[in-house]
């Protein structure tokens, strides 16, 4: 099992910055990769970011150059750094750690902080 953390969401005008922060606990060395996903009202939830273990990242186009994942593994704790805030990136973002289950993989979930960005 793996329990995550997160906070750092709020209000923020356009053009600001937030900082995301996700702790994990539990069974940390089955974590395989950690990111961030949001759900804006009435619309599916999305990747925004992911960092795997070994170091490589992916981002969805629309953030591209705005935000910025990061790992600090003493502290088990992955960041998303968003500058540039628009509107669009209004929702609820929610950490996600991968980690292997056996032969496979399951997927574990905070639950949720509100990114409200307002014009």
């Known amino acids: 099992q793996v329990q995550l953390v997160e906070s750092g969401g709020g209000l923020v005008q356009a053009g600001g910055s937030l900082r995301l922060s996700c702790a994990a606990s539990?069974?940390?060395?089955?974590?395989?990769?950690m990111g961030w996903y949001r759900q804006a009202p009435g619309k599916q939830r999305e990747l925004v970011a992911v960092?795997?273990?070994?170091?490589?990242?992916r981002y969805v186009d629309s953030v591209k150059a705005r935000f910025t994942i990061s790992r600090d593994n003493t502290k088990n704790t992955v960041y998303l750094q968003m500058n540039s805030l628009e509107p669009e990136d209004t929702g609820a973002y929610y950490c996600?750690?991968?980690?292997?289950?056996?032969?496979?993989?399951?997927?574990?979930w905070g639950q949720g902080t509100q990114v409200t960005v307002s014009s």
């Open positions: 960092s795997g273990n070994l170091g490589s990242t």
């Open positions: 996600n750690a991968k980690s292997r289950s056996g032969s496979g993989l399951i997927d574990y």
């Open positions: 539990g069974s940390i060395s089955a974590i395989l990769a």
